[in-house]
């Protein structure tokens, strides 16, 4: 019988204080302080976690899926729970923590994603929406940017709305199965994102570019230009309006 057993986590945290999801080299990444508290309760030795995507620094996140090999018959699922919770900062919490097949995957095993994007459309920014929202104080139609919305809906090439992570991605076509917009002009809009998968920084360069939109400064047929791939040997066209980190949430990991 193998000595470890397979912990699948859900965690929220609050990005604002860490460099990210992914381990740096600072140890101030959420990955980072969680096998740190880990390595705690698991006796001392290293113990790697993997989770299901990246989230960049100041990006949040409400249900975060994770995994890792943890020592088995050491504790139950409830006991890890609330010493993991015992050792990590406020700003990240485990909310739920089950045992999980050899099969899974906290990356590999997902079928898809949901975030949303927090848009404080006033001309004053709320003090408690600093770091949680993106003020755009201009205008925003929403017949526009529901309209830019019907647009990047389906399967398409999103090439053109990824950032350059150093390393070319062989593969860009992803679905979007829906994007909802909720609220009013002069409000709080909320975007809300569902899809198979995403690209690096696609959901914020989606909602940069749909602002843009809205705020009349490019039209509608600008995104679906974005949405084209382009001839071999020909320049990829890219978008390069990407929203702030901090208006957007990891919402759901779908299985």
């Not at 609050?14 to 096998?35: H, I, M, T």
């Amino acid at each position: 019988m193998s000595a470890t057993r397979k912990l699948k986590l859900t965690i929220a945290y609050d990005g604002r204080p860490f460099c990210g999801w992914q381990s740096q080299a600072g140890k101030n990444a959420v990955q980072d302080r969680l096998e740190a508290a880990l390595g705690k309760v698991g006796g001392g030795s290293r113990i790697p976690l993997h989770g299901s995507g990246r989230t960049d620094a100041g990006v949040h996140a409400l249900a975060q899926v994770a995994h890792a090999e943890v020592p088995r018959d050491r504790l139950t699922s409830a006991q890890w729970l609330a010493a993991l919770n015992a050792h990590l900062p406020p700003e990240i919490r485990v909310l739920r923590t089950q045992w999980a097949g050899p099969e899974f995957h906290a990356r590999f095993s997902a079928k898809g994603k949901r975030y949303f994007y927090r848009i404080w459309n006033q001309p004053v920014f709320a003090p408690l929406e600093v770091g949680r929202a993106w003020h755009v104080f201009q205008p925003l139609d929403l017949e526009r940017l529901r309209h830019g919305a019907e647009i990047l809906t389906g399967t398409h090439d999103f090439g053109g709305f990824a950032a350059n992570r150093g390393v070319p991605c062989p593969d860009t076509v992803r679905t979007i199965r829906r994007i909802e917009i909720t609220g009013r002009p002069g409000g709080l809009i909320t975007l809300k994102f569902e899809g198979d998968g995403f690209l690096y920084k696609m959901v914020r360069l989606l909602t940069g570019s749909l602002v843009r939109v809205a705020q009349g400064k490019a039209e509608p047929e600008w995104l679906q230009g974005l949405l084209t791939t382009p001839e071999p040997g020909a320049p990829r066209v890219k978008s390069s309006f990407a929203a702030p980190a901090e208006g957007l949430y990891l919402a759901r990991v779908l299985y």
